[in-house]
């Protein structure tokens, strides 16, 4: 079992598709290396459903955390998703940027 405790901190807007095969990317890729992790989106009210759409397809899953913060900043929302962030090991992550298969192997320290 894993000792790695990770948040996982995805600034976004108006970028629904892309989101949701990044989010399923990660707890599939996360989950293998059985690693303790929260992923906080934080979003600025998107206008093409983002939020429903997460919160749809994710109500279940405790570990998803979606924000929303008025200023429509990418340091302002990746500073409030690490101010809300509850482990000490975070992962400022792009919408856009979708992590190897190794790539928690290495961030794990193997």
């Given at each position: 079992?894993?000792?790695?405790?990770?948040?996982?901190?995805?600034?976004?807007?108006?970028r629904?598709?892309?989101?949701?095969?990044?989010?399923?990317?990660?707890?599939?890729?996360?989950?293998?290396?059985?690693?303790?992790?929260?992923?906080?989106?934080?979003?600025?009210?998107?206008?093409?459903?983002?939020?429903?759409?997460?919160?749809n397809?994710?109500?279940?899953?405790?570990?998803?955390?979606?924000?929303?913060?008025?200023?429509?900043?990418?340091?302002?929302?990746?500073?409030?998703?690490?101010?809300?962030?509850?482990?000490?090991?975070?992962?400022?992550?792009?919408?856009?940027c979708?992590?190897?298969?190794?790539?928690?192997?290495?961030?794990?320290?193997?």
């Amino acid at each position: 079992m894993s000792s790695l405790e990770l948040s996982i901190i995805i600034p976004t807007w108006n970028r629904k598709k892309k989101l949701v095969k990044l989010i399923r990317l990660l707890k599939v890729k996360i989950e293998k290396y059985k690693i303790r992790y929260e992923i906080i989106i934080c979003d600025s009210f998107s206008e093409d459903g983002s939020q429903l759409l997460v919160q749809n397809l994710f109500k279940k899953d405790k570990k998803i955390n979606y924000r929303n913060i008025k200023k429509n900043n990418i340091a302002a929302k990746r500073n409030h998703g690490i101010k809300y962030s509850k482990y000490d090991n975070i992962l400022l992550l792009d919408d856009d940027c979708f992590p190897v298969e190794k790539f928690f192997k290495i961030l794990q320290g193997y």
